[in-house]
């Protein structure tokens, strides 16, 4: 991981300066700087407008009282848009563009969740939909519990039905 990390921070600017360069050349340097400064305010607010819609989307997912997965997910992509497009540059600034895309979002959510084996444990946790359980055939009982009694034999030497063990010496004998 770390090479892939290390790639990208000395490629990725010289991509940028290329690009630069390239536009530049053709458009001249203030109009460069103007699309660069155009990209920074309209990504601004792009991102300040979904980020809001993504929020009232959170409140009422936790209102309802679900865990707001998919909207997390947005959030994170939106900030991680958010810093690409603050970034100069005009290959960020398309990736951000990108990330702010909800098809694209959902697409790349549905690509990391494919790659993704997410094992849960415990009560409250499931893979599937929540079950009611009044609905449940089991009436309410998870397939893992088994109902039953038991006798303690530790004290008394006796078996189940009240006999006394032979095969062990009651307790506190010697002999």
Do not use: K
């Amino acid at each position: 991981m770390l090479p892939w990390i290390l790639a990208a921070f000395i490629s990725v600017p010289i991509a940028e300066i290329a690009v630069f360069v390239e536009v530049g050349g053709r458009w001249g340097l203030w109009p460069t700087i103007a699309a660069i400064f155009a990209t920074a305010l309209a990504g601004t607010f792009l991102i300040r407008q979904q980020g809001l819609s993504v929020l009232h989307q959170v409140q009422a997912e936790i209102e309802a009282g679900r865990f707001p997965a998919r909207q997390v997910f947005d959030g994170l992509c939106l900030l991680i848009a958010g810093a690409l497009l603050l970034t100069p540059g005009f290959i960020t600034d398309g990736l951000g563009f990108i990330l702010l895309v909800p098809l694209t979002r959902q697409a790349i959510a549905a690509g990391l969740l494919s790659r993704l084996h997410v094992q849960t444990a415990g009560p409250g946790y499931s893979n599937g939909p929540a079950r009611d359980p009044s609905r449940d055939p089991s009436h309410g009982h998870r397939g893992d519990v088994i109902d039953g009694e038991f006798h303690d034999l530790t004290d008394s030497g006796a078996e189940p039905d009240g006999e006394p063990d032979r095969r062990l010496p009651p307790p506190g004998d010697a002999g």
